[in-house]
C-alpha cells in the first residue's frame, strides 16, 4: 500500500482571497473538508479553512492568498498522508481495491479494475478471462475483502 492517496483536483478558483474549489475523490466532500494538512507538488500543505460546498469543497490553502496564486494551482492534485486517516469498519480506499482477485467461492473469476460510483451504490467491475462482471458493492454478493491476502470473495447470480 503506498503511503499518500490522492484525494481530488482542484478545478477553479473561488472568490479574491485565493480560495480553491476542489473535486473531491471520495464518498463525501465533507471527508476531504476535515483535513488540517494536505500535500500539494510533493510538499505538505496546511489547510487554512475548507467546508463542502454542494459537490464540490472550498479549501484555503496556507501561502495562497490571492485568486492569481489559486489560479496557478487549477489542475493540480491534491494528496493524504494514509497514516492521518482511520476508515470506519467495511470502508476502504478504492486505491487499495484495484487490483484484488476475485473469486466467487473457490473459482477465480478476474481481478477488480474500477470502482463505479452510481447513486444507490458503488459497483466492482471485474475483468477475468472469461469476459467481465459488474458486481454491486453491497453485502449480498460481496462476502469477504482481504485486503492483506489481496483476495476479494463473491457470490454470483445468473446474469451477472
Same mark, same amino acid.
Given at each position: 500500500?503506498?503511503? =499518500? &492517496? !490522492?484525494?481530488?483536483? +482542484?478545478?477553479?478558483?473561488?472568490?479574491?482571497?485565493? !480560495?480553491?474549489?476542489? !473535486?473531491?475523490?471520495?464518498?463525501?466532500?465533507? =471527508? &476531504?473538508?476535515?483535513?488540517?494538512?494536505? $500535500?500539494?507538488?510533493?510538499?505538505?500543505?496546511?489547510?487554512?479553512?475548507?467546508?463542502?460546498?454542494?459537490?464540490l469543497?472550498?479549501?484555503?490553502? !496556507?501561502?495562497?492568498d490571492?485568486?492569481?496564486?489559486?489560479?496557478?494551482?487549477?489542475?493540480?492534485? &491534491?494528496? +493524504?498522508?494514509?497514516?492521518?486517516?482511520?476508515?470506519?469498519?467495511?470502508? =476502504?480506499?478504492?486505491q487499495? &481495491? +484495484?487490483?484484488?482477485?476475485? $473469486?466467487?467461492?473457490?473459482?477465480? +473469476?478476474?481481478?477488480?479494475?474500477?470502482?463505479?460510483?452510481?447513486?444507490?451504490?458503488?459497483? $466492482?467491475?471485474?475483468?477475468?478471462?472469461?469476459?467481465?462482471?459488474?458486481?454491486?458493492?453491497?453485502?449480498?454478493?460481496?462476502?469477504?475483502?482481504?485486503?492483506?491476502?489481496?483476495?476479494?470473495?463473491?457470490?454470483?447470480?445468473?446474469?451477472?
Amino acid at each position: 500500500m503506498t503511503q =499518500f &492517496l !490522492e484525494i481530488g483536483r +482542484i478545478v477553479s478558483t473561488h472568490g479574491v482571497r485565493g !480560495e480553491v474549489r476542489v !473535486e473531491p475523490w471520495c464518498d463525501n466532500p465533507a =471527508f &476531504l473538508a476535515g483535513f488540517t494538512t494536505v $500535500y500539494l507538488r510533493n510538499a505538505p500543505v496546511a489547510v487554512e479553512s475548507a467546508r463542502a460546498h454542494k459537490n464540490l469543497v472550498l479549501m484555503k490553502l !496556507e501561502g495562497v492568498d490571492s485568486v492569481e496564486a489559486a489560479q496557478a494551482l487549477r489542475e493540480a492534485v &491534491l494528496w +493524504i498522508d494514509r497514516s492521518g486517516v482511520e476508515l470506519p469498519e467495511g470502508r =476502504f480506499f478504492v486505491q487499495d &481495491l +484495484i487490483g484484488l482477485a476475485v $473469486y466467487d467461492g473457490e473459482e477465480h +473469476i478476474g481481478s477488480l479494475t474500477d470502482v463505479l460510483t452510481m447513486p444507490a451504490h458503488d459497483v $466492482y467491475h471485474v475483468r477475468g478471462d472469461d469476459g467481465e462482471h459488474m458486481i454491486p458493492a453491497v453485502p449480498e454478493f460481496v462476502r469477504e475483502i482481504d485486503l492483506p491476502g489481496g483476495i476479494m470473495r463473491v457470490k454470483l447470480i445468473e446474469g451477472m
